[in-house]
Each structure stands twice: as structure tokens, then as C-alpha cells.
């Protein structure tokens, strides 16, 4: 079974930086497109980045161009977002997605972690 574990957040003070990762495990054959979202409470998900696995990445999110970076280390099936220059409306709820091929079946599959939660605030 795979799963996606995200860990690095917290409380960090307006101006502050933060990494989150994501540790994907179990039976992975391959990883693709790993993604970030997050969720502010009473607001819909919204994709911040994504990172193919060739390290091609691209940051959808606008207010996050030039704050954030995702980036991946393959060999240890884990991607992570550098978040800086943060700021109150980056407090939110963060996930990580990723479209994994289970060794055992041969089949892709889109996986969800749990969350991490960012709050900002002095």
C-alpha cells in the first residue's frame, strides 16, 4: 500500500520560511507528477506546484511565484516545497498529491496525503 506522509509545518511568524516535505512509501514502482496543494479553512483546494520526475516543475499558484519552490529528490521517493517570505493568508491546511504506479498490480493510481498545517502569525 502507498502512502504519501507530509511533515515541516507549523507556526512560523510573517517574514519566515518553511519547508514542508512529502515521503511517499510502500509498494512504488514509479512516481510521476508530484504536486502541493493547500486549503484555507472555508476556501476550495487550490494546486500551488507541481514537479514531474525528470525535475521539470512548474508554480501555478501567482501569489506564490517567487516565494516558493518545489523540488524532489527521487531516491528518496520525497518532494518539498520552500516556502518563503511568508505571510498571513498562506495560513492553510498543505497536501501533497502524486501519481504513483504500484509495483505489485502495474496500475497508476493518484494519491493524497493527510496534510500538514501552515499558520502564520505574530
Known amino acids: 500500500q502507498v502512502q504519501l506522509v507530509e511533515s515541516g509545518g507549523g507556526l512560523v511568524q510573517p517574514g519566515g520560511s518553511l519547508r514542508l516535505s512529502c515521503a511517499a512509501s510502500?509498494?512504488?514502482?514509479?512516481?510521476?507528477?508530484m504536486s502541493w496543494y493547500r486549503q484555507a479553512p472555508g476556501k476550495q483546494r487550490e494546486v500551488i506546484a507541481l514537479i514531474h520526475n525528470n525535475g521539470g516543475s512548474v508554480v501555478y499558484l501567482d501569489s506564490a511565484k517567487g516565494r516558493f519552490t518545489i523540488s524532489r529528490d527521487n531516491a528518496k521517493n520525497t518532494v518539498y516545497l520552500q516556502m518563503n517570505s511568508l505571510e498571513p493568508i498562506d495560513t492553510a491546511v498543505y497536501y501533497c498529491?502524486?501519481?504513483?504506479?504500484?509495483?505489485?498490480?502495474?496500475?497508476?493510481?493518484?494519491?493524497w496525503g493527510q496534510g500538514t498545517q501552515v499558520t502564520v502569525s505574530s
Open positions: 510502500g509498494n512504488i514502482q514509479t512516481i510521476y507528477g
Open positions: 498529491n502524486a501519481d504513483i504506479v504500484d509495483k505489485r498490480s502495474g496500475a497508476g493510481h493518484n494519491y
